[in-house]
């Protein structure tokens, strides 16, 4: 099917309490924070009014429980849509895993995440995902997710190197809508 005129919404799941202190948080299957549940109930209004023929969740908690919040009727629940493996990067903020490799420039985008996926890893994850959203969406597709992937999933819908994704920030229970401009495919809003 071609992907003219779809749309994809992404919904980064609320906050948690690492998120809230910036630790990796890849597998771990932490819940929500009570800020994180208002959060994700306030993100309802906006869906509510949205038809999607497609909705996608990640099996980990903290999105389920954000889908359910934000009233998403029976996503289907996607592995490929998890968040990235941080491997033994896991529970870890920036600043610690710095001082842990001694690696003072140290960034998720441009080094090696040890003992979990690397960044080509979870872009041909993002890929497949790409790819399963332009066979199966007629108008618009939901997928409630995480903050890396997500801003992977972004830039390899358009087709670019997973890399720049490091420049997009997304905030938790934020909205961004991913479409296609005459053929092109546009990130139409970012962040929201």
Request: charged content about 30%; proline content about 4%.
């Amino acid at each position: 099917m071609s992907d003219e005129g779809i749309e994809v919404w992404a919904v980064r799941h609320g906050p948690t309490e690492w998120s809230q202190n910036g630790r990796h948080t890849g597998r771990t299957d932490i819940p929500l924070t009570d800020e994180g549940e208002a959060e994700a109930l306030a993100a309802k209004w906006r869906l509510d009014a949205v038809d999607f023929d497609l909705r996608l969740v990640s099996p980990l908690r903290r999105a389920r429980r954000t889908a359910e919040l934000a009233g998403v009727s029976d996503p289907e629940v996607e592995p490929l849509v998890r968040e990235w493996d941080y491997g033994d990067l896991e529970g870890l903020t920036r600043a610690e895993v710095r001082d842990r490799l001694g690696i003072p420039d140290w960034s998720v985008w441009r080094s090696e995440v040890v003992g979990g996926e690397s960044l080509a890893e979870v872009a041909a994850r993002a890929d497949e995902v790409v790819a399963l959203l332009r066979e199966r969406t007629r108008e618009r597709a939901l997928v409630v997710a995480h903050g890396h992937f997500l801003r992977i999933l972004a830039v390899r819908w358009c087709g670019l190197d997973a890399v720049l994704a490091e420049h997009l920030e997304l905030d938790p229970a934020r909205i961004s809508v991913l479409g296609t401009d005459r053929g092109t495919p546009t990130i139409r809003s970012w962040n929201g």
